[in-house]
């Protein structure tokens, strides 16, 4: 017999550890059960390096007796690589083939880099005797908590690909909105930068050069035209006693408010304040709400439907929701739950989710179905964040046009003003 080291919950949701000799894992998760536990996280004992190596048998340290290079990688996994990575293996153990022989397979085909270096890391875990998901947990910059706790009841189910499925399914989606957003995003940051950089241009080289002609003739000039020019001297940099044109703080500006806004959300009290600022805003603030929704309600769906104890798959939902005003409120459900009280109550007295779905996860706990409510919600949630997106783009467009021909007309009036003014007095003078 092997002995098995395990995590498990009992009824009042308070974790235990301990150990149990079986012959496999499926009959350490039923020895587990028998006592009354809910196990989480079930692993065999490793085996020695030294007696692996006088068995013959290649140690932690070992990959078919020769280490193999990742090449020098920085930075984390692509979301792309890792959701083919996910759906390949899944095909793989589908197929029959044992756990590290597909590991080894999608390690050789895949390009230096991030994914390489973890997946060699893996490989060389897994032969030493440790399990997908321990070898997993111990390479953060591929696998995420989220992923690895989904394999870890892979592996106690015995269900490992179809788990690896519904990842690579669950992954795509979430690709997908993001991509979606992202997109929307685009056109009008580029419209704005262009606009950006010819009205700097215009403010440098074009009305510096209607100022002239207004002194020369010695107009009178309007207190819009006098703005302008003002403005214009600043952008430019001609003031008396300017040492920086503002030029610079324009063109440096978006870059610095990115890091400055990023800075501020990095310490928690800016987080939990720009979180709640975001919901706040009008049209912006009912799609980041739509979209966390549906991202929290996808995630903590599929960990249920993957058999992730309800209180772990709550913890790991709250952390990886990415809002705060979201993150609180979970922190509120699962405190309920652990309580032995209802999912439902807590979430509506949060006010964070619209009526229907707090009304769909109710009539889930009531008919066991949470899960599938949660699946529902996220579906329904996708298709709402399409089209507030696409009528995001559709309301953008048109009031960029009246913006930006607002500030050109500006100009126009500013800068015709006094051209008027001249022409009158020309006329008058020779009249």
Not at 3 to 11: G, K, L, Q, R, S
Not at 228 to 247: C, D, H, K, Y
Request: glycine share 10%.
């Amino acid at each position: 017999m092997a002995t098995f080291t395990y995590e498990a919950m009992d009824a009042t949701g308070k974790n235990r550890k301990g150990s149990i000799e079986a012959n496999d894992p499926n009959e350490a998760v039923a020895r587990i059960r028998a006592q009354g536990l809910y196990p989480t996280e079930v692993r065999q004992q490793k085996v020695k390096k030294q007696a692996e190596a006088q068995k013959g048998v290649p140690g932690a340290g070992e990959t078919g007796g020769k280490k193999k290079g990742g090449g020098m990688s920085f930075g984390r996994v692509k979301p792309k690589q890792l959701t083919m990575f996910t759906r390949q293996l899944s095909t793989l153990q589908d197929a029959g083939l044992p756990l590290l022989r597909s590991l080894q397979i999608l390690e050789d085909q895949a390009k230096p880099g991030q994914l390489k270096t973890c997946l060699i890391s893996v490989c060389e875990e897994v032969s030493g005797g440790s399990s997908l998901s321990e070898a997993m947990s111990k390479n953060p910059k591929a696998f995420n908590k989220l992923y690895v706790k989904m394999v870890n009841a892979g592996e106690i189910g015995g269900v490992l690909d179809v788990i690896l499925q519904r990842l690579a399914e669950f992954m795509e989606k979430a690709e997908k909105l993001k991509r979606q957003i992202k997109g929307a995003m685009v056109y009008p940051i580029a419209v704005i930068s262009v606009a950006v950089l010819i009205l700097t241009g215009i403010m440098v080289f074009i009305i510096p050069r209607f100022e002239e002609i207004f002194t020369d003739f010695g107009v009178a000039l309007p207190a819009l035209t006098v703005w302008l020019t003002e403005t214009s001297r600043w952008v430019a940099g001609t003031n008396p006693g300017q040492q920086i044109p503002g030029a610079v703080f324009i063109l440096l500006g978006i870059p610095f408010a990115f890091v400055f806004w990023k800075l501020i959300r990095a310490a928690g009290p800016g987080k939990a304040a720009t979180d709640w600022m975001i919901l706040k805003l009008p049209i912006f603030g009912n799609l980041v709400k739509k979209t966390v929704t549906a991202r929290f309600s996808r995630t903590l769906g599929t960990l249920i439907a993957a058999g992730v104890p309800i209180l772990e798959a709550v913890t790991i939902t709250k952390e990886t929701c990415g809002n705060y005003v979201f993150e609180k409120a979970l922190g509120r459900v699962h405190d309920s739950i652990q309580e032995g009280e209802s999912f439902a109550e807590p979430l509506r007295e949060s006010k964070v989710c619209d009526a229907i779905v707090v009304n769909m996860v109710d009539v889930g706990e009531e008919t066991g179905e949470l899960d599938v409510m949660l699946m529902k919600i996220a579906d329904n949630y996708d298709e709402e964040v399409d089209v507030a997106v696409a009528g995001l783009v559709s309301l953008l467009e048109p009031l960029m046009v009246v913006v930006l021909g607002g500030m050109v007309g500006t100009i126009v009036v500013a800068m015709f003003l006094p051209l008027v003014e001249m022409i009158n007095s020309l006329q008058g003078g020779a009249v």
